[in-house]
C-alpha cells in the first residue's frame, strides 16, 4: 500500500525567503502526486500535480515541485514567500494498480502548516 | 457553476443521535469520495464511488454508510454518533480521463462535533 510521509507539521518563514515543504511517498508502482493547499475553514484546492510527463512541475501562485524518484520525494518550493502563501499543506498520492487502473482514491501526509513572518 | 457543496456547514450531536452529511456535485463526476479530516493525521477515505449504485470502502469506513442513487449525490450517513466521530469531512468528486487523472474537487468541508 502506499503511504505518504510530509516532514514537519509546521514550517516559518520570513516574507521573501524561500519556502521548502517535504513530501516522500512509498509506492510499489508509478505514483501520481499532487500537491494539495487548504486556507483556514475552506475545502482543498490543488496546487500542482506528477502524472508523469515531467519531473519538474510548476504549479499556481508559483509553487513548483520536483518528482524524484531516486529519493521517492515529491518536495514543494517556492522562491520567495508571500503573506497569502499562509496556510496548511498537503502532499498525496493516487495509485494506479498493475493493469493502470486507479480509482484516484488519495492517500494523504499529515500536512505542514505554513507561517510567514512579516 | 457550483461545483462541490456540502451541507451542513456545522452541527453538534448528541452520542448515539444519527445524521446523514450532504454531498452533490453538478459537473457530471463519475468517482466522488468522503473523507475525514483529524488535526495532525491528514485526510483519511471514509468510502468512494464509481458512479451511480456502485459504493466501496475506503481506509476508516466503520461507522459510517454511503449510497449513490444518482451521480450527483452522495449523501455519508452516521447510524450511531460517538465522539471519535467528531471531525471535519470533506467530499470530493473527480472526472476521470483514462489513467492520468484530473484533480479532485473539494467541498468546503462540513465540522462535526458529537458530544
Known amino acids: 500500500a502506499q503511504s505518504v510521509t510530509q516532514l514537519g507539521s ?19 508502482v508509478p505514483p501520481y502526486l499532487f500537491w494539495y493547499v487548504q486556507y483556514p475553514n475552506q475545502g482543498l484546492q490543488l496546487l500542482l500535480k506528477y502524472t508523469s510527463a515531467a519531473t519538474l512541475v510548476k504549479g499556481i501562485n508559483g509553487f513548483e515541485a520536483e518528482f524524484k524518484k531516486s529519493e521517492t520525494s515529491f518536495h514543494l518550493t517556492k522562491p520567495s514567500a508571500h503573506m497569502s502563501d499562509a496556510a496548511e499543506y498537503f502532499c498525496a498520492v493516487s495509485e494506479a494498480d498493475a493493469g493502470g487502473t486507479s480509482y484516484g482514491k488519495l492517500t494523504f501526509g499529515q500536512g505542514t502548516i505554513l507561517t510567514v513572518h512579516p | 457553476n457550483a461545483g462541490v457543496t456540502q451541507t451542513p ?18 459537473m457530471n ?44 449525490d452522495f449523501p455519508l450517513r452516521l447510524e450511531l454518533a460517538a465522539p471519535s466521530q467528531t471531525s471535519v469531512y470533506f467530499c470530493a468528486s473527480i472526472l476521470p480521463v483514462g489513467t492520468a487523472y484530473t484533480e479532485a474537487f473539494f467541498g468546503q468541508g462540513t465540522r462535526l462535533t458529537v458530544v
Open chain 2, 9 to 26: 456547514k456545522f452541527r453538534i450531536l448528541k452520542i448515539g443521535q444519527s445524521m446523514t452529511l450532504q454531498c452533490t456535485q453538478d
Open chain 2, 29 to 72: 463526476h463519475n468517482y466522488m469520495y468522503w473523507y475525514r479530516q483529524d488535526p495532525g493525521m491528514g485526510l483519511k477515505l471514509i468510502y468512494y464511488s464509481v458512479g451511480a449504485g456502485i459504493t466501496d470502502k475506503g481506509e476508516v469506513p466503520n461507522g459510517y454508510n454511503v449510497s449513490r442513487s444518482t451521480t450527483e
Open chain 1, 10 to 28: 509546521h514550517v516559518s518563514v520570513s516574507e521573501g525567503a524561500l519556502v521548502l515543504l517535504r513530501c516522500n511517498y512509498s509506492s510499489s
